[in-house]
């Protein structure tokens, strides 16, 4: 069943699979922000990303010099998580290990999601615990899609990325055939804060960035008062993604990266990895602000 958070401002959708926030709209307008998942595009609206960011290489994850298949992004998306707490304002999701994680990722972990609305703004906590006897390891990303435009208002050229300070972005580029970072890079902004959005920019898949500075981004129009406010910590990394022409622009904030497409190591030897030791926990924030 499907968990609705209300406040006086905003009603939020969460699904039990994947723990994934469908719909987050406001009460005065019904103005919807996220990204419906027409399978015409893209069937996703909000994903957690775990135990990986992105994809690995030959699809598979080395451990202690066993391989063990895994798929883009993880496998927390496609599993149900359980509600362990809730309120009219709060949700609090917990995702364990269990025979079927520890067949593609031989770590036990609890991971837990907790959803909190208040008025127009949805705080998101991750937990990661280390429930295992030895040391586990893995990234974490989010991957929430916006409509856009929204609510229909204006066109794509209309939109830009506002950061919360001047940045200088690299993009790096990922392989179509395998998703994983070709090593080619282009700077696309430089001392600025604003990047201008365009369909043209995602031809060659998503754009990635490597440690930005902002804590904070924006998804703003020039010909209208609506946006989005993203706020995060413990997210070095960024990832802007549409699939090609669609009316969504996904913006993630991750702790984790793509292989590169020579990567060949253990897990523990990916770059951006979180090593956590029996006992510890890992946490990170995203908050998603409606105006």
């Given at each position: 069943?499907?968990?609705?958070?209300?406040?006086?401002?905003?009603?939020?959708?969460?699904?039990?699979?994947?723990?994934?926030?469908?719909?987050?709209?406001?009460?005065?307008?019904?103005?919807?922000?996220?990204?419906?998942?027409?399978?015409?595009?893209w069937t996703g609206h909000?994903?957690?990303?775990?135990?990986?960011?992105?994809?690995?290489?030959?699809?598979?994850?080395?451990?202690?010099?066993?391989?063990?298949?895994?798929?883009?992004?993880?496998?927390?998306?496609?599993?149900?998580?359980?509600?362990?707490?809730?309120?009219?304002?709060?949700?609090?999701?917990?995702?364990?290990?269990?025979?079927?994680?520890?067949?593609?990722?031989?770590?036990?972990?609890?991971?837990?999601?907790?959803?909190?609305?208040?008025?127009?703004?949805?705080?998101?906590?991750?937990?990661?615990?280390?429930?295992?006897?030895?040391?586990?390891?893995?990234?974490?990303?989010?991957?929430?899609?916006?409509?856009?435009?929204?609510?229909?208002?204006?066109?794509?050229?209309d939109y830009y990325l506002?950061?919360?300070?001047?940045?200088?972005?690299?993009?790096?580029?990922?392989?179509?055939?395998?998703?994983?970072?070709?090593?080619?890079?282009?700077?696309?902004?430089?001392?600025?804060?604003?990047?201008?959005?365009?369909?043209?920019?995602?031809?060659?898949?998503?754009?990635?960035?490597?440690?930005?500075?902002?804590?904070?981004?924006?998804?703003?129009?020039?010909?209208?008062?609506?946006?989005?406010?993203?706020?995060?910590?413990?997210?070095?990394?960024?990832?802007?993604?549409?699939?090609?022409?669609?009316?969504?622009?996904?913006?993630?904030?991750?702790?984790?990266?793509?292989?590169?497409?020579?990567?060949?190591?253990?897990?523990?030897?990916?770059?951006?990895?979180?090593?956590?030791?029996?006992?510890?926990?890992?946490?990170?924030?995203l908050s998603i602000e409606?105006?």
């Amino acid at each position: 069943m499907n968990k609705i958070l209300t406040s006086r401002l905003a009603e939020v959708e969460i699904k039990a699979v994947g723990a994934e926030v469908i719909s987050f709209k406001k009460l005065e307008d019904g103005c919807e922000y996220i990204w419906n998942g027409d399978p015409a595009y893209w069937t996703g609206h909000s994903p957690v990303l775990f135990p990986i960011v992105c994809a690995v290489n030959n699809g598979e994850i080395k451990v202690d010099g066993n391989s063990y298949n895994l798929g883009n992004h993880g496998f927390v998306r496609h599993d149900e998580f359980e509600l362990i707490e809730e309120s009219e304002t709060l949700a609090v999701y917990r995702h364990s290990y269990n025979e079927t994680t520890l067949a593609v990722y031989p770590y036990k972990f609890n991971l837990y999601i907790t959803y909190t609305l208040n008025a127009n703004k949805l705080e998101i906590n991750y937990k990661v615990e280390n429930v295992d006897d030895k040391d586990i390891f893995f990234q974490l990303g989010t991957h929430p899609a916006f409509n856009c435009p929204i609510d229909d208002q204006g066109q794509i050229q209309d939109y830009y990325l506002e950061f919360e300070q001047a940045e200088t972005l690299e993009r790096l580029f990922m392989n179509k055939s395998n998703l994983l970072i070709s090593g080619k890079s282009e700077t696309i902004l430089k001392d600025h804060n604003i990047l201008p959005l365009s369909h043209e920019m995602f031809h060659e898949g998503a754009l990635v960035f490597r440690n930005v500075n902002s804590q904070q981004v924006a998804l703003k129009s020039k010909q209208s008062a609506k946006s989005v406010v993203l706020s995060y910590e413990n997210f070095p990394n960024l990832g802007i993604w549409q699939f090609k022409d669609a009316p969504f622009i996904c913006i993630e904030p991750w702790h984790g990266i793509a292989d590169e497409d020579t990567f060949s190591g253990e897990l523990q030897d990916k770059e951006m990895i979180v090593r956590l030791s029996p006992g510890d926990r890992f946490i990170s924030s995203l908050s998603i602000e409606i105006n």
